[in-house]
């Protein structure tokens, strides 16, 4: 099955850090380019960070860039984002998507995990 | 990166058409052509339903329709049905390696 699915989300104290992962199966992984995108509860989509097929490239929301980390190992079909120095603000259900070669569009998405950063 | 601006709410009877707008700015909308629209129901993933401005993933209906004219992207929706009853969201590539979303609009089928 084409499948992505998220884990490592959590309750972490501001300041504190997670590493969130995004297992692919069913396609050939390191065809694609990837994607984190976040929605706060009640809130819309806010583009997080990407990554084309290598790694070679990656790109940060203004938010989160030199807290975030973005990579991949395309030999474990595994998409990470390592997150430091959490906010308040950070609070929020995280999504991995596939670019499916549509030019920076996402056809396929993860259910999602759960960032809660609070005291 | 300031989010693209989309209106809060559009509504429409079944078998009507509605029109959802999309502002950015000539760094993003305007001077790509990699505008994006997502629908999403409640408790759900995002779903792509037109990527490069105009093109329709397989799959998805041909009501849907995207266009854009300067830093203002739409996404057309004829025949509304119930079942668009939704939000949706456009995206823009912004340079750098960088995307930048919309604020979200809610369908409402009357």
């Known amino acids: 099955e084409v499948q992505l699915v998220e884990s490592g989300g959590g309750v972490v104290r501001p300041g504190g850090s997670l590493r969130l992962s995004c297992a692919a199966s069913g396609f050939t992984f390191d065809d694609h380019g990837m994607t984190w995108v976040r929605q706060a509860p009640g809130k819309g989509l806010e583009w997080v960070s990407g990554i084309n097929w290598n790694g070679g490239s990656t790109g940060y929301a203004d938010s989160v860039k030199g807290r975030f980390t973005i990579s991949r190992d395309n030999a474990k079909n595994s998409l990470y984002l390592q997150m430091n120095s959490l906010r308040a603000e950070d609070t929020a259900l995280y999504h991995c998507?596939?670019?499916?070669?549509?030019?920076?569009?996402?056809?396929?998405w993860g259910p999602g995990t759960m960032v809660t950063v609070s005291s | 990166q300031s989010a693209l601006t989309q209106p809060r709410s559009v509504s429409g009877s079944p078998g009507q058409s509605v029109t959802i707008s999309c502002t950015g700015t000539s760094s993003d909308v305007g001077f790509y052509k990699y505008v994006s629209w997502y629908q999403q129901h409640p408790g759900k993933a995002p779903k792509l339903m037109i990527y490069d401005v105009t093109k329709r993933p397989s799959g998805v209906p041909d009501r849907f329709s995207g266009s854009k004219s300067g830093n203002t992207a739409s996404l057309t929706i004829s025949g509304l049905q119930a079942e668009d009853e939704a939000a949706y969201y456009c995206c823009s590539y912004a340079g750098s390696y960088s995307l930048v979303f919309g604020g979200g609009t809610k369908l409402t089928v009357l």
């Open positions: 998507a596939r670019d499916g070669g549509y030019d920076f569009a996402f056809d396929l």
